[in-house]
């Protein structure tokens, strides 16, 4: 189990998060939603341990975040941050073994190039090992960062924004593919996702942040109801339901709302 | 359900790949020896070949003035242009993966311009009591070191970022360049002369001793910047990224950094400054090979060790009795081949 308690971050002067409490579950995907600018970024930075907080504290599986220990720390995590800015002339295959950064030698073993394409076929890109990564799209970066991350076989799994470049495709393949992994591997599995709908879709618990304050934590088919949505984003939506039982969110034009 | 035969397809592509970057190594190093070869025949004597080759594989064999310019005189001179090539050359590549800039160099941070300022204050205060052949090299190195001392304190910062360390570097190369002018506004004829003599760059001062000191260092910065390839490979892909991959970015850039500055300061305190190999070298190794440093941190340092070496030939080649001052050389020849690689590459990418 991964537990924040009475967490606390800030940057600079400016408080983001205030006395956080929350416990992330082993075999649970959770989705982080939230409005812009609310910390969802500087969470997973200082899950991380690359933000240090004001006031409380992070635990996982019987240790305290601290910075003595970072080193081991971060080996449990597979985090992907935000940027997918890479102009680089590595092949895609040399960018996920990466991944591996831990265990590799001088010497690239078979082993380590098969698991990095292992990873890259599980997502259905193993097409794209030889490539540069400068030739590549936004989303097909977005993927082999995922496999990279695949690549460090960790026990916590932090995305920020994952499939922000992804068409619908490669939206659901990722996440399907992180879902599945998440109940096999028992990961605790953390995502930032923009998209409600996405959101609710993969979600076991959504966690939803803003004005620095928790606002609600559950299955999204409870947490997921037009006042809170149109409360936090400041726009009307109704919630329909899919034919999983899923909540779909839809935004509301101001036409059609009732005069 | 994995496709085994397209992933031993792949696998041998990535070995195809790699056994690609050796051959690049292989070839710069068959390279390197010739170049060093014809810098060791090069001269004014205008000794044979045939003699140069027979003293350099049996010098008891040599009469003692050929034994005098090839031993003594040449084969130092231009091993230096090997060995200080190589540490430029490697130099540039690390400045410029530890600041994620492709302009970045020793030089566009200040280290030749402190370099160049300490050599000229030694020369001026009269080599503070010391013999000029070490005051000159001594100043120079330690006004470098307290440049990078200074980008050291900077990146010690977690929140400084690369550009920040540039723009600082930027700030005190334009620091030292006028202090230097003021060194020289300030001296006699005779001393701004000699200010400007070490300026240019010259391997001519090489001797078997400030050899094996700059080989030395070159050697053991270059093992320690080797063992940490994997990690600087990571940061370029960015420093939250490297971070995310569990890389120490600021023990990183703080060691490089280090290594970097200990490197290019001990080459220039005794050669001067030799401009632009740092730039450039880097790039060149780049386009034939990528950025996988465990190949760029070798094939940087063998082409900076080539471009130095060439021009080395060069300068004792332009005009036959002549000795051009080999940083001038280096930049007239490279610049137009630089600029045409690099619009070439940006042919092949477009």
């Known amino acids: ?259 | 359900m994995l496709d085994t035969m397209a992933l031993h397809g792949a696998l041998a592509r990535q070995r195809a790949r790699e056994q690609r970057r050796w051959r690049y190594l292989l070839i710069f190093v068959l390279l390197i020896g010739v170049s060093l070869l014809l810098d060791v025949a090069t001269g004014p004597s205008l000794l044979p070949l045939r003699d140069v080759l027979t003293t350099l594989l049996a010098p008891g064999h040599a009469d003692s003035m050929t034994q005098a310019i090839v031993m003594d005189m040449r084969l130092p001179i231009a091993l230096m242009a090997l060995v200080v090539g190589a540490a430029l050359g490697l130099g540039g590549a690390q400045t410029q993966t530890l600041l994620d800039n492709p302009l970045a160099s020793p030089f566009t941070l200040g280290l030749a311009a402190a370099a160049g300022f300490g050599a000229a204050l030694a020369l001026v205060s009269g080599g503070f009591g010391l013999s000029p052949l070490i005051a000159i090299p001594l100043g120079a190195f330690v006004c470098c070191m307290l440049a990078a001392a200074l980008l050291f304190g900077l990146a010690l910062l977690q929140h400084v970022s690369s550009q920040t360390i540039i723009l600082a570097g930027i700030a005190m190369l334009f620091l030292f360049q006028s202090l230097l002018s003021l060194l020289q506004f300030l001296s006699s004829p005779d001393l701004t002369t000699q200010i400007v003599f070490w300026l240019f760059g010259s391997l001519m001062r090489t001797t078997w001793d400030t050899l094996a000191i700059t080989a030395g260092v070159t050697a053991l910065c270059a093992v320690l910047l080797y063992r940490d390839a994997w990690k600087l490979t990571c940061l370029r892909l960015g420093e939250a990224r490297a971070r995310s991959l569990g890389v120490d970015v600021t023990r990183l850039r703080l060691k490089t950094l280090l290594l970097v500055a200990l490197m290019t300061a001990t080459a220039i305190s005794f050669v001067g400054i030799i401009g632009f190999i740092g730039l450039v070298a880097p790039h060149i190794a780049r386009m034939l090979i990528g950025e996988d440093q465990r190949f760029l941190i070798p094939l940087s340092a063998l082409c900076g060790a080539l471009m130095l070496s060439v021009s080395s030939v060069l300068s004792k080649s332009i005009l036959p009795g002549a000795l051009f001052p080999i940083g001038i050389v280096t930049a007239i020849i490279g610049v137009p081949f630089f600029i045409w690689l690099i619009l070439g590459k940006g042919r092949k990418r477009a």
């Open chain 1, 1 to 259: 189990m991964l537990e924040l308690q009475q967490l606390s971050l800030h940057i600079g002067q400016q408080p983001l998060v205030r006395n956080l409490d929350l416990q992330l579950q082993p075999g649970q995907l959770h989705v982080l939603i939230g409005p812009n600018g609310t910390g969802k970024t500087s969470l997973l930075r200082a899950l991380f341990g690359e933000l240090t907080p004001q006031a409380g504290s992070i635990r996982h599986g019987g240790e305290t975040l601290s910075r003595l220990q970072l080193a081991r720390w971060r080996r449990r995590f597979g985090y992907m941050p935000q940027n997918i800015q890479l102009e680089l002339d590595l092949s895609v295959l040399e960018v996920v073994v990466l991944g591996r950064l831990d265990s590799l030698g001088m010497r690239l073993s078979d082993d380590d190039i098969l698991a990095a394409l292992g990873a890259l076929q599980a997502l259905g890109i193993a097409q794209l090992a030889d490539r540069p990564m400068y030739s590549l799209s936004g989303g097909q970066r977005q993927m082999v960062l995922f496999a990279q991350v695949l690549l460090r076989d960790p026990q916590i799994m932090l995305l920020d924004e994952p499939v922000s470049a992804l068409d619908l495709q490669h939206q659901m393949q990722l996440m399907e593919h992180l879902h599945r992994q998440t109940r096999a591997k028992g990961w605790i599995s953390l995502v930032v996702l923009h998209d409600l709908n996405l959101a609710a879709q993969y979600a076991d618990q959504l966690i939803v942040l803003a004005g620095g304050e928790l606002q609600a934590f559950g299955p999204p088919a409870e947490v997921l109801t037009p006042e809170l949505i149109s409360r936090l984003y400041r726009v009307p939506v109704d919630i329909l339901h899919d034919r999983d039982g899923s909540p779909f969110i839809r935004t509301l034009r101001p036409e059609s709302l009732p005069a």
